[in-house]
C-alpha cells in the first residue's frame, strides 16, 4: 500500500484515508496500563484529521517499510536561521565532547542530545543558544534549583539580551525565558524559533500542551542523561515525538574529564520469612523498613566511606524509611543529617551545603536531592530503594560523578534481595536486583561483593 504523509507544521504530521491511517495506527499503538486499552499515539480527534507528532516520523516510516507499505512523505521546509561554525561563551572552555553535542545542533534538525549526569548540560545549552546566534528562545526546566542555576548562567552569558523566568514566584518575560515544566501553563508566548528542553526524559502534558502551541518552531531540542527506552512506548514516543530522535550521545568514557568512574559495592539482603500479604507491605516492612538491610547500608557506608574520611550520601524515595534510617544510624553512633520534602526553610540547602563542603560525613536524602542537585563533593552514594528503574538507578548515582580534585571514582552501594516466598510477587525483588545489575554491567561499572562486618 502507498501511504501518503504531509508534515502540516512544526508538531504534526497527517494521515488521510481510514485504512492508511489504521495501518499508522498500528505501528503507534500501546497498552495502556493504566485503562488496560490499547491507545495510539495517532491521534483522530477533531476536524484535523489523524495527527502524529513529528519527530515519530522515522520510527513511522521504518515500521511502514518493514510491514510492506510505500511512505510518499512531504516534509515541510525548516526556516532559515543563522549559524556560527564555532559558538563561545564568556570564561568558558568548552570540552571535547561537549563540542561534539553543539555540533549536531544546525540550520536544519531537531532531536535529543545525551550525555553523562555532571557532564555540564548548561554549558552545552548556551552553546546551542550562541551557535544559533541567539535566536529568540524558550528553555524548560524541571526543578527549581536547575531554572535558577540555568537563569544565572544565562544572565552571565548574554547579558545584552533579556532574560525572563518563569517559575519560583517569577513570570516575567524576554528575548530568552528560563520555565519550569509546571510553570509552563503562565507561558503566553505564542511564538518562538528555539526550544530547549533539559532533562527531556520527564516530557510530559504540559510540555506537550505548550509545544502543540507552537506549530512554527521547528528548532527543538532536548538533553538528558537517561533517555526513556523504546520498551516504555508511550514514554519514549512523548519525548521522541515532542522533540526528535536521539542524534548524539555522549559516552562516560568521552566525558571523563568531567564524570568520574563507578566502583560498585552490592550488598546481599535476605529475607527468608516475609509478613507482608502483598507486594507493597513486603516492600515498606520486610525490606525498605528492616532493621537488617538498614544496617547493612549503614555498616557499609562506614566500611567503604567514613572510616577513611570520606561522605556518604544514602538516597530513598519516602520519608518514613529515612526516619527508621536515621534512628539505626544513631544507635550505632553515627551522625547523620537528613534532607527531606518535610523540613522547613533553607534547612535541605545547609545539609547540601554542609555535605559539599565536608562539615557532615553522612547525610540520608530523599527525592529533595534529585534531579538538577548540585553535589560534586560526594564520594560513596548508598542506594537504598529497592526499584528496577533504569532512569531512577542513573539519576541518584548521577548525584556523586561530578569529576572534583581528589575523586577519580564514586563508590555506589546498591542490594541483591532476596525474598524467599512463596507468592509469584516476592521474586520481583531479586528479579528488579538483577536489573539494576545488568545496567552496571552493560555500563561496565567495577563491581565488587561487600561483606559487612
Not at 520510527?59 to 556560527?84: R, T
Not at 539580551?161 to 518575560?173: F, L, M, S, T, W
Amino acid at each position: 500500500m502507498v501511504i501518503p504523509i504531509k508534515q502540516i507544521n512544526a508538531h504534526n504530521c497527517r494521515v488521510d484515508n481510514r485504512e492508511r491511517q489504521h495501518k499508522v495506527w498500528k505501528v503507534l499503538s500501546y497498552w495502556d496500563q493504566g485503562t488496560e486499552k490499547m491507545k495510539s499515539m495517532l491521534d483522530c480527534r477533531g476536524s484535523h484529521g489523524c495527527r502524529f507528532p513529528v519527530g515519530l516520523y522515522p520510527y513511522v516510516h521504518k515500521k511502514l517499510n518493514e510491514n510492506g507499505h510505500l511512505v510518499i512523505y512531504k516534509p515541510l521546509a525548516y526556516p532559515k536561521i543563522n549559524y556560527k561554525l564555532i559558538p563561545k561563551l564568556p570564561d568558558i572552555r568548552f570540552e571535547p565532547y561537549q563540542r561534539k553535542m553543539i555540533a549536531n545542533v544546525g540550520p536544519r534538525n531537531r532531536g535529543v542530545l545525551v550525555g553523562p549526569t555532571g557532564s555540564g548540560k548548561t554549558v552545552v545549552m548556551g552553546g546551542m543558544v550562541d551557535k544559533l546566534h541567539v535566536p529568540q528562545t524558550i528553555i524548560i526546566t524541571p526543578t527549581k534549583q536547575i531554572l535558577n542555576q540555568t537563569y544565572d548562567r544565562f544572565v552571565e552569558w548574554f547579558p545584552d539580551y533579556e532574560i525572563g523566568k518563569v517559575g519560583d514566584g517569577e513570570k516575567g518575560n524576554g528575548h530568552i525565558i528560563i520555565s519550569l515544566f509546571q510553570s509552563l501553563r503562565k507561558l503566553k508566548v505564542k511564538s518562538c524559533d528555539l526550544v530547549i528542553v533539559d532533562e527531556c526524559h520527564r516530557m510530559n502534558k504540559s510540555i506537550d500542551r505548550i509545544l502543540r502551541n507552537l506549530p512554527k518552531t521547528h528548532y527543538r531540542f532536548g538533553l538528558t542523561a537517561t533517555p526513556q527506552l523504546r520498551k516504555d512506548f508511550d514514554k519514549w514516543a512523548l519525548m521522541i515525538g515532542n522533540i526528535g530522535p536521539i542524534i548524539h550521545e555522549t559516552t562516560d568514557q568521552q566525558a571523563i574529564e568531567r564524570v568520574t568512574d563507578v566502583q560498585i559495592n552490592l550488598l546481599k539482603f535476605i529475607c527468608n520469612r516475609p509478613t507482608g500479604g502483598n507486594y507493597q507491605e513486603v516492600l515498606r516492612n520486610d525490606v525498605l523498613f528492616s532493621t537488617d538491610r538498614c544496617s547493612k547500608m549503614l555498616k557499609a557506608a562506614t566500611q567503604v566511606s567514613l572510616n577513611d574520611g570520606g561522605n556518604c550520601l544514602i538516597l530513598l524515595d519516602e520519608v518514613e524509611h529515612g526516619n527508621v534510617m536515621v534512628k539505626i544510624a544513631q544507635e550505632m553512633g553515627l551522625k547523620p543529617m537528613f534532607a527531606n520534602g518535610k523540613n522547613k526553610g533553607d534547612i535541605n540547602d545547609q545539609i547540601k551545603s554542609k555535605l559539599n563542603n565536608r562539615q557532615v560525613q553522612l547525610v540520608i536524602a530523599t527525592s529533595v536531592f534529585g534531579i538538577g542537585t548540585d553535589i560534586p563533593n560526594v564520594d560513596c552514594v548508598g542506594i537504598a530503594s529497592a526499584r528496577k528503574s533504569y532512569i531512577d538507578t542513573i539519576q541518584k548515582i548521577g548525584r556523586g560523578r561530578r569529576r572534583v580534585k581528589g575523586k577519580d571514582k564514586l563508590k555506589v552501594i546498591d542490594f541483591i534481595d532476596n525474598v524467599k516466598g512463596k507468592d509469584r510477587f516476592h521474586k520481583h525483588f531479586y528479579a528488579h536486583s538483577i536489573e539494576r545489575l545488568n545496567i552496571y554491567k552493560e555500563k561496565e561499572w567495577e563491581i565488587k561483593k561487600l561483606y559487612v562486618i
